[in-house]
C-alpha cells in the first residue's frame, strides 16, 4: 500500500468518500480514453477487476506500477467531484492484498454465473487490480476547470440511430415539444 502522508488529510477524505459512494469509477490508464468501471474501496485504494466474463480492461494499459487518472462523481448531483492520480498495483493471487480485495469485490459482484468458484475464477483468469491514491486531486472542489472535458462517444457498430421503419406510426410534436393531440 502507497503511502498516504503526502495527500492532505481533507484530499484523502474526499477521495475516499467519493469513491466509497460511487459504484462506478472512470479511469484512464497511459493508453486510451477513460472507461467507467465497476469498483469497491478497500484498504485505502480503489480496487477492480476484469477478464474474461467481468469488465474490460484492455486498451487501458494498466500495468503493475502505472499510472492511472481517477475521476469520481458526485452522488447527489451525478456531476464530477475528484479527479486523482493513482498507482496501479497488481497485487499477486493468494496474497493478503489481492485476497481482501477479493473479499470485497465477490460481495458486490452482481449476477455471477459462478458465485461459489468465482474467487478460483478470478485467480485463473482475470485480473485484480489496486488504484492507489498518489498525489494531491487535479481537480476537486473549488478547483474544476471552467471549459467542458465532455469526450465524443467511441464508434461501435450498435447504433439506435437508424431510419424509422416505414410500418410505425410517426408522432408528430407541436411547437412546445409535446405531442399533439387531436381535438375534435
Known sequence: MTSHAAIAAFDLALIEE????????????????????????????VCLVGGPGEQPLDGLGLADGAAATVSCRSKDKG?????WPAVVAEPAPGSESWSDAVAELKGK???????????????????????????????RPGAMP????AAPPLPT?????????????????????HRATRRG
Open 18 to 45: 467519493s469513491a466509497k459512494k460511487s459504484a462506478l469509477v472512470w479511469v484512464r490508464g497511459p493508453e486510451g480514453a477513460a472507461r467507467a468501471l465497476w469498483h469497491v474501496w478497500s484498504g485505502g485504494a
Open 109 to 139: 459482484r452482481l449476477n455471477a454465473p459462478d458465485a461459489d468458484g468465482i474467487a478460483e475464477r478470478w485467480a485463473r483468469e482475470c485480473r485484480v487490480l489496486r488504484l492507489e491514491p498518489a498525489g494531491e486531486p487535479s481537480q
Open 79 to 83: 456531476g464530477r467531484l475528484v479527479v
Open 157 to 177: 457498430p450498435a447504433s439506435t440511430r437508424v431510419a424509422t421503419p416505414s410500418g410505425l406510426p410517426v408522432r408528430r410534436r407541436g411547437a412546445s415539444g
Open 146 to 149: 471552467s471549459e467542458s472535458s
